[in-house]
């Protein structure tokens, strides 16, 4: 079976600056989805962004980019240019091509921008 | 925004009491899913569907029970509630091949 780790509880960052969140995941398939999804205090779950493992090229969404490391299977977030309104928790979450779309979450890491 | 909601929003109810969540959608979207979330755990799959009548378990899906007998509607049923089900759920949909899901807005729901 999947799984996917988030060894960061915490992590903070100043306004403006820049910050990244780890994700590392396991796994036997060679085809698969990974994601990142935002959930601020309001509780909605709102996706960032997406990759998928059979491309090369990292996904970036505006101030949002990855860093997929198939090999090492890692999966990380950078924010750029830390605004308030990015301060919530974030889950990385692997999908399989099989069956169901199944989807597999790490912990969570829970962002705070310091103003 | 997808169109998916969530009924009730908040709930209360004692153990030993039966609970249905129900989750709607309007995008014709063929898969749809139940998790619970806890402090420490993420998000973790009850139970998913992956069409009409079609359902399947998931990770932790002993004391739930689902049904699905309309392509938009989806039922998470405790049959008798327990204070280990005190959790926030959330619905969730996925086109086929499209594999990014889209979540509701979650229920919290207190066993007391």
């Known amino acids: 079976a999947q799984t996917v780790t988030q060894s960061q509880p915490e992590m903070s960052v100043q306004e403006a600056e820049t910050v990244t969140l780890s994700c590392t995941y396991d796994t036997s398939e060679s085809d698969y989805y990974l994601f990142w999804y935002k959930q601020p205090p309001s509780r909605q779950m709102i996706l960032v962004i997406r990759?998928?493992?059979?491309?090369?090229q990292n996904a970036t969404e505006n101030r949002f980019s990855v860093n997929f490391q198939k090999a090492a299977k890692s999966f990380s977030l950078k924010i750029s240019d830390s605004q308030l309104g990015d301060a919530a928790m974030y889950f990385c979450a692997y999908c399989t091509v099989q069956g169901a779309q199944k989807l597999v979450f790490g912990q969570g890491t829970r962002l705070t921008i310091n103003p | 925004d997808a169109g998916i909601t969530q009924s009730p929003r908040h709930k209360v109810t004692e153990t030993g009491t039966p609970v249905t969540l129900r989750c709607h959608q309007t995008?014709?979207?063929?898969?749809m899913y139940w998790y619970r979330q806890d402090p420490g755990h993420g998000l973790r799959l009850i139970h998913y569907s992956y069409g009409v009548k079609d359902t399947d378990k998931g990770e932790v899906s002993d004391g739930y029970s689902v049904s699905r007998s309309k392509t938009e509607d989806f039922l998470l049923t405790l049959e008798s509630a327990t204070s280990s089900q005190t959790s926030v759920y959330f619905c969730?949909?996925?086109?086929?091949?499209?594999?990014?899901?889209?979540f509701g807005p979650g229920t919290r729901l207190t066993v007391t």
């Open positions: 969730a949909i996925s086109g086929t091949g499209t594999y990014e899901q889209y």
């Open positions: 995008e014709n979207h063929r898969y």
């Open positions: 990759q998928e493992a059979y491309k090369q």
